[in-house]
C-alpha cells in the first residue's frame, strides 16, 4: 500500500480549527505557538474565537490553515511516533497548502513557512482592488472547455483556468467583467452550471504579478531544504526535490493554475491507494474520493488521528 499526505487550501478555514488538537496535544499547541510568535500576533485566538470576517481574510486565513495542518502532522510525527519520511511516498498541497506540504517534509522551516505566507495572503490581495476580479466555478465542463470558454469571454481583459481540480470542475479567474461575460456563456461550452466564488481576488491569474514578484523577492531571502518526501508541484503536477526548484515553482503558482486533477491523477499512476488530507475541512478528501482506486481520509480532529496513527503503525490505512 502506497500513501501520500495532502493539504487542504483556501475556503478550508472556520472558526474553531485547531482548538481541540491544542486541547488534546502539547504538540499541537507548541506549534500554534510558534506561529504566533513567527508572526508577531496571537493567529490562534483569531482561529478559535474570531471573528470568522477576520479569519477569512487572506492573509490570515492562509497561515491559519497552514497551522493546523501542521499541528496535526506535529502530533503524527512527535506524539505518535509516525514518521513522514517513512510513512509517504508523495506529498502535495493545493494552492496554499503546498507551503504545508514542504513544511510538513522539512523544505521549509515552520517559522519562515507562517511568514511566506503572511505575505502571500497580503501581496495576493493587494494586487487587485476589490471588486475588479473574480472568480467563478464551471461545474460539468472539463479544462479544455474551460479554457476555450476563458478565451472567448477575456476580450481585452484577463480570463484564465485557475483550479483544475477535479473531472468537471474547473474555476475561472480574471477581470470581473471577463468572469460575468464567462458566467453568462458557459451551457454554450459544457458547464451544467457556473457559479460566481465568493472570493476576495482573483486568484492564479496573470493579474496576481505583483503578488508573485513579492514573493520571489520574500523566497530568496528563505532557506530551502530537500524536502525528505518528494512534493508535488501545483503548477507542474509531478514532483520535485530540487530546493532552487522549488523556490521557482512557487513563484509560478502565484499566477499559474494549480493543476490538482492531474495531481490526484499522478498519484494514482504511482500506485498510491490512500490519501490522508492533513488539517482543517475535508474538501481535498472529497475529490480524492472521485478516482478510482485511491482511498480518501481526513486528519483534522484527535479521533482521527488516534484512529489514523494506529493504522499507519500497523501498516494498513
Not at 126 to 135: D, I, L, N, W, Y
Not at 137 to 153: F, H, I, P, S
Not at 203 to 216: G, K, R, T, Y
Amino acid at each position: 500500500m502506497s500513501i501520500a499526505f495532502i493539504f487542504p487550501g483556501q475556503g478550508s478555514q472556520a472558526v474553531g480549527m485547531g482548538a481541540e488538537l491544542a486541547k488534546a496535544y502539547p504538540a499541537a499547541q507548541a506549534v500554534f505557538s510558534e506561529v504566533d510568535e513567527a508572526l508577531g500576533q496571537k493567529l490562534s485566538h483569531l482561529m478559535w474565537e474570531g471573528p470568522e470576517a477576520d479569519l477569512t481574510l487572506t492573509e490570515n486565513a492562509q497561515p491559519a490553515l497552514m497551522a493546523v495542518s501542521m499541528a496535526a502532522m506535529r502530533v503524527l510525527s512527535d506524539t505518535k511516533g509516525v514518521s513522514l519520511a517513512e510513512t509517504a511516498a508523495y506529498v502535495a498541497g493545493h494552492s496554499l497548502g503546498e507551503y504545508s506540504a514542504l513544511a510538513a517534509a522539512g523544505a521549509l522551516s515552520l517559522a519562515d513557512t507562517a511568514r511566506l505566507l503572511k505575505t502571500r495572503g497580503r501581496a495576493m490581495q493587494a494586487a487587485v482592488p476589490v471588486g475588479e476580479g473574480a472568480m467563478a466555478a464551471l461545474l460539468g465542463a472539463d479544462l479544455e472547455q474551460a479554457q476555450e470558454l476563458a478565451k472567448a469571454a477575456a476580450e481585452s481583459d484577463v480570463c484564465q483556468a485557475a483550479n483544475d481540480n477535479a473531472p468537471g470542475q474547473v474555476v475561472i479567474s480574471g477581470s470581473r467583467a471577463a468572469i460575468e461575460r464567462a458566467v453568462e456563456l458557459a451551457p454554450k461550452y459544457g458547464a451544467r452550471r457556473a457559479v460566481l466564488l465568493p472570493v476576495s481576488a482573483p486568484f492564479h491569474c496573470a493579474l496576481m504579478q505583483p503578488a508573485a514578484d513579492a514573493m520571489a523577492e520574500a523566497l530568496a531571502g528563505v532557506e530551502i531544504n530537500a524536502p525528505a518526501v518528494p512534493v508535488i508541484a501545483n503548477v507542474l503536477a509531478e514532483p520535485i526535490s530540487d530546493p532552487e526548484a522549488i523556490r521557482s515553482r512557487l513563484v509560478e503558482q502565484v499566477t499559474g493554475m494549480v493543476r490538482w486533477r492531474e495531481t490526484m491523477a499522478f498519484l494514482a499512476s504511482k500506485d498510491v491507494n490512500a490519501v490522508y488530507e492533513v488539517g482543517a475541512g475535508r474538501v481535498l478528501t472529497g475529490i480524492a474520493r472521485r478516482f478510482d482506486g485511491i482511498e480518501a481520509k481526513s486528519l483534522g480532529t484527535p479521533d482521527e488521528l488516534e484512529a489514523a496513527s494506529v493504522a499507519l503503525q500497523g501498516g494498513s490505512a
